[in-house]
């Protein structure tokens, strides 16, 4: 056919985004979920936060990779299994960690 189109991904085009992506997705692997390992099978997830990830914007925005390890945890969450993945490292919400401790302080 003519008229059709190659689809390619981020990862495709940028060798070190690919790896990048794979470093960080590596987290659904992490000690962080690793009560819903059993529940939840992260595979699918890391695969879908490596493809996802691969924009690698200079900007830092990763929104890609927040979404899927939230994706992935808001499945946990429905198994019963909490996950507090989020840190001031990884994907942080400014308003919710940094009041978190400082709730009874107004």
């Known amino acids: ?7 390619m991904y981020s990862c495709d085009g940028n060798r070190y985004c690919s ?5 960080k ?3 659904v ?7 819903c390992h059993k529940t939840v099978d992260y595979t699918p997830y890391y695969e879908a936060c490596v493809k996802e990830s691969c924009d690698c914007k200079p900007e830092g925005t990763y929104s890609g990779f927040c ?3 939230a994706m992935y945890s808001d499945k946990c969450n429905e198994g019963g299994i909490c996950t507090s993945w989020r840190n001031s490292k990884r994907c942080p919400l400014p308003c919710d960690y940094y009041n978190e401790e400082r709730s009874e302080e107004h």
């Open 29 to 35: 692997f992490s000690s962080v979920f690793q009560a």
């Open 19 to 23: 790896e990048w992506a794979k470093e």
């Open 1 to 7: 056919c003519k008229d059709t189109t190659k689809e």
């Open 25 to 27: 997705c590596k987290a």
């Open 67 to 69: 979404n899927s390890l």
